[in-house]
């Protein structure tokens, strides 16, 4: 009795033993089919050994870009721009200070009674530190900035390079409006963005709208700036709208979405005092 008791907790055990491994064994087969079929939609990124200055930004320069977004009060945007049309032209034409002033606007459609200031510094870091402690010393500068300090209801800014790939952001003759699209990606898929838009570029060339191309290293992190240049906003519907009928513009918005946290558009106009018209 003893012994039909044993084979039979025997086979029973070896019976549940032949279940798991049967259960293990088809986890497993799924497991390596499910790996395999997300294999084909996922995109490999090879593993980068150098800083993404490095690897996105333009060898042949050493230019450094500061953005700044100040928010006005509403009743201040008028007397705002006139001290801005004092001071700021006079820097960008002073050979003693090594920056140039690349473009400045108010935002139309986006975030109200804001201005935009985009700089470059011709030497990168160097040239910024260089160019602060020259303003700190002058009068006239330090007594825009009290003035101007009356006028804001806060500011940001944010220092920049600008992709290898991209257009110089140099002076253009105008009317123009101008959008600056600005992106958030998630941590790590700068690389990845650079690749596909250095193939994507050339879809965004036919009526010169590509200005330029710009990745943060100072302020927000993992931010993309692209500023564009449109005759009107039916000009940029129909030039968005042509890109789709290109070969190749398409797998770039497929691919690049993905890599977004958040995305935002500015349509902004040109100050008189602006190289960028």
Not at 105 to 115: E, I
Request: glycine fraction near 6%.
């Amino acid at each position: 009795m003893a012994s039909n008791q044993l084979h039979h907790s025997s086979v029973s055990k070896c019976y549940s033993f032949f279940r798991l491994a049967r259960g293990l064994s088809a986890s497993s087969n799924r497991g390596g089919e499910e790996s395999w079929f997300k294999s084909l939609f996922v995109r490999k990124v090879d593993p980068r050994k150098d800083a993404h200055s490095n690897l996105l930004a333009k060898k042949e320069t050493s230019n450094l870009y500061k953005l700044q977004f100040h928010n006005v009060k509403p009743e201040c945007l008028d007397a705002y721009n006139k001290l801005c049309e004092g001071i700021l032209p006079a820097i960008h034409a002073d050979k003693d200070y090594p920056c140039e002033l690349v473009g400045t606007w108010n935002t139309w459609y986006g975030d109200q009674d804001q201005a935009v200031h985009l700089w470059k510094y011709v030497g990168g870091y160097p040239a910024l530190t260089e160019v602060m402690n020259k303003l700190r010393k002058k009068q006239e500068f330090t007594e825009f900035r009290k003035e101007r300090g009356k006028m804001l209801l806060s500011r940001k800014n944010q220092l920049l390079l600008e992709f290898s790939f991209w257009n110089e952001p140099n002076s253009r003759r105008g009317p123009n409006i101008y959008e600056l699209r600005t992106y958030q990606l998630r941590p790590g898929t700068m690389i990845e963005w650079g690749n596909y838009w250095a193939r994507a570029i050339r879809y965004r060339q036919e009526n010169s709208e590509a200005v330029g191309g710009f990745f943060s290293q100072i302020g927000d992190l993992y931010m993309v700036h692209h500023l564009w240049a449109y005759k009107d906003l039916q000009s940029r519907e129909d030039t968005r709208n042509a890109a789709w009928q290109k070969d190749g513009w398409d797998e770039c918005v497929y691919y690049t979405v993905p890599l977004i946290q958040h995305m935002e558009s500015r349509i902004m106009i040109p100050l008189k005092i602006s190289p960028l018209q």
